[in-house]
């Protein structure tokens, strides 16, 4: 079964960091691209880092560029998710999908993720 499970969520307050993981079973990662996309309640859902694996091309969207760093460890067949100065508005759950990547946009293919976890960010 192919499956992408997200961990690592948690409570944090402003300006502190997460480390998000993003394990796979039933395939191998480093044969997709693979990104994260976020869900708040009430908004829309928003895509915002993918690591692509034919060269290692990274995309970040603006409102996570210098905070967050993706990464993959081909080994352990996950992509971890480095979240530092942490925002308010960073609160959601996040969710990891393979997909299309570039270095401009990430596009996952729909139904490719499955558990997400849940970051809140609050004082």
């Known amino acids: 079964q192919v499956q992408l499970v997200a961990s690592g969520g948690g409570l944090v307050q402003p300006g502190g960091s997460l480390r998000l993981s993003c394990s796979a079973s039933?395939?191998?990662?480093?044969?997709?691209?693979v990104g994260w996309f976020r869900q708040a309640p009430g908004k829309e859902r928003e895509t915002f880092s993918c690591?692509?694996?034919?060269?290692?091309?990274?995309y970040y969207t603006d409102s996570v560029k210098g905070r967050f760093t993706i990464s993959r460890d081909n080994a352990k067949n996950t992509v971890f998710l480095q979240m530092n100065s942490l925002k308010t508005e960073d609160t959601a759950d996040y969710y990891c999908a393979r997909g299309s990547c570039s270095d401009s946009y990430y596009y996952p293919y729909e139904g490719s993720w499955g558990q997400g976890t849940q970051v809140t960010v609050s004082s």
């Open positions: 039933g395939f191998t990662l480093d044969r997709y691209g």
């Open positions: 690591i692509r694996s034919s060269d290692g091309t990274i």
